[in-house]
């Protein structure tokens, strides 16, 4: 049995596949993808009236590292100094295999 934590964030558009190229490549990282969205007022930049184009990501990762991961994913996007977008990491996914 192995445990996982999803960690998520709607971030600005073109963002996402940055973020894919780089995770993706890690060991600890089970699964790492993004769609495309739109998102209200958390951007800079609103292409769309009072929205902006947004990437929808989700991450699968190995629980030991997911604090770890989740800090150098913040480090990465620079969130403490751009408006950029918003992550967030659950509990923990218990996987199981009959």
């Known amino acids: 049995m192995s445990n996982f934590v999803e960690i998520g964030g709607i971030l600005k558009k073109g963002l996402g596949q940055k973020v894919v190229s780089k995770f993706s490549k890690s060991k600890d990282v089970i699964s790492c993808g993004f769609a495309n969205g739109r998102a209200q007022e958390i951007f800079d930049i609103q292409q769309f009236g009072h929205a902006g ?3 929808v990501l989700t991450l699968i990762v190995k629980e030991k590292k997911s604090d770890n991961l989740f800090n ?5 996007l620079e969130l403490n ?3 950029q977008g918003i992550i967030y990491k659950f509990n923990t996914i218990t996987k199981v295999s009959f």
């Open 72 to 76: 150098e994913l913040y480090k990465m």
């Open 81 to 83: 100094t751009k408006k």
């Open 53 to 55: 184009e947004a990437d």
